[in-house]
């Protein structure tokens, strides 16, 4: 049999007429999925591991349909990639259409327009009333990687400086930015040179202001690196894979100030921020900053592989003809499946749904914590908040309850992901096409799995 098989009767069509419930026919994983994983275990290597122990065969809505017919509910978007909703229909057509024109020539060959228009989109919506240019790459990490490059080039300057909790990706320089060894970098070194720390503001942890907070950062990239050094500070305005640590107000403001009174680039990875997931088209805006470089990705194409560097004109220009690219870059399928999705964010009120999904998440997390103290924090923005998990005697993180409250919802059907540097947080990043029914649903799967751990 080949996996095709195993799916392929009543296989449904995915997309926001698949029924958005959450109805589980067999316990996880059934045994097609069983089948299937048992030789993902056979043909993968470990290292790419899952936590969902399903396979998918359809998704939209707010739901993600499994081999066995199990319907899930997805509050984790493919790690805040689906935001526009699975297979959208004007994605669907979007990329159908440009499939069938052409699926690659690569832009620095012969350059096509779609690529051109993802870039005017990009200049014309991320914040800053500056002159700006967009360059395209395949996924969040290589926009890091290059986003690094044109600030050095720029700049003339070496050292870069990320922050505590950071998560910038998987490829060498970016292990070197991402903070958490485990599992990111752990037995994967050397790292990249020219890579330093600073501690980043986190107030449930720190007790800091924003000022104060800041004044400390600056302390150390005055005293440790060197400003005449120091090309770009890169920095996630809520950080995802750390926590959703929300920094204190001030505190981003302050970095940048200095960063433009010292010549160096401020780099917002916006990779999991962007594309309307915190109530505002881009987190940036949250904080009233206007970074010099942002990267974006996972939101930008509803799951195809589109990542971006945006930023200041003269600065994305510092780089040679044929310094930047690669091969696929701004691929034409992934462009029209871009353009689609911006549209979808612009035209379908997904920065106001966004805001609406973090009300009903926050007044949700809000009760559950007003009667269990085991919730230390609640925080984040629009349809990315998530709950960090403590001892309610001591404040030590509970990676232990966390898990086992994830793995609870997982198993009655409902998708949520878990992060922060002490794997004590569940974060929750629903597709912003998810129905509130269908979200309260998932939210009471939540309250029962905590109550019960
Ligand atoms: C996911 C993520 C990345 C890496 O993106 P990939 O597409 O997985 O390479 C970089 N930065 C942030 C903030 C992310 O959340």
Not at 155 to 161: E, N, S
Not at 170 to 191: D, V
Not at 313 to 331: C, P, Q, R, V
Request: aromatic share 6%.
């Amino acid at each position: 049999m080949t996996l095709l098989d195993a799916t392929t009767d009543a296989t449904p069509l995915g997309g926001p007429s698949l029924p958005q419930e959450r109805r589980l026919v067999t316990a996880l994983p059934g045994p097609r999925s069983a089948e299937i994983l048992a030789r993902k275990a056979e043909a993968v290597p470990a290292g790419v591991g899952h936590t969902v122990p399903v396979a998918a065969v359809a998704a939209g809505g707010g739901v993600v349909v499994d081999a066995d017919g199990n319907s899930l509910i997805d509050l984790g978007s493919g790690i805040a990639v689906t935001s526009v909703g699975n297979a959208h229909p004007k994605v669907v057509e979007a990329v159908a259409a440009q499939t069938a024109q052409f699926t690659h020539t690569c832009f620095m060959i012969s350059p096509y327009s779609s690529y051109i228009e993802v870039a005017e989109a990009l200049n014309r919506l991320t914040p800053g009333s500056f002159a700006k240019k967009s360059a395209l790459f395949n996924s969040g990490a290589e926009a890091v990687e290059n986003a690094i490059k044109i600030a050095r080039k720029h700049t003339g300057r070496q050292a870069v400086v990320a922050f505590d909790h950071g998560y910038h990706g998987r490829t060498n320089l970016t292990m070197a930015l991402t903070a958490k060894s485990m599992p990111y970098k752990s037995g994967f070194g050397p790292f990249a040179p020219e890579v330093y720390r600073a501690p980043m503001s986190y107030p449930f942890r720190d007790g800091l202001s924003g000022a104060e907070a800041a004044a400390r950062t600056i302390l150390q990239l005055e005293k440790q690196v060197g400003a005449d050094n120091l090309a770009a500070v890169i920095v996630e305005p809520i950080q995802g894979e750390g926590g959703f640590i929300v920094p204190a107000d001030g505190y981003l403001n302050a970095i940048v100030d200095w960063c433009r009174e010292n010549g160096v680039v401020f780099i917002a990875d916006e990779v999991q921020t962007g594309f309307a997931r915190t109530g505002a088209m881009f987190a940036s805006e949250i904080f009233g900053i206007e970074p010099d470089l942002i990267t974006t990705a996972k939101g930008i194409a509803a799951g195809l592989p589109l990542a971006a560097v945006t930023g200041r004109a003269e600065i994305m220009d510092a780089s040679h003809a044929g310094g930047l690219g690669g091969t696929y870059g701004g691929n034409p399928v992934a462009c029209a499946a871009a353009l689609a999705a911006i549209d979808v964010f612009e035209n379908e009120g997904l920065v106001e749904r966004a805001q609406q999904i973090g009300e009903i998440l926050t007044s949700r997390l809000s009760a559950m914590q007003a009667s269990d103290p085991r919730i230390g924090d609640i925080r984040g923005h629009g349809a990315m908040i998530a709950a960090e998990f403590v001892d309610p005697e001591t404040n030590a993180p509970d990676a232990a309850l966390t898990a086992a409250v994830a793995k609870a919802c997982i198993a009655e059907g409902v998708i949520v992901l878990t992060c922060g540097t002490y794997g004590n947080v569940i974060r929750f990043l629903p597709p912003l096409s998810i129905g509130d029914d269908l979200l309260g649903e998932g939210l009471d799967v939540v309250a029962a799995a905590l109550a019960a751990a």
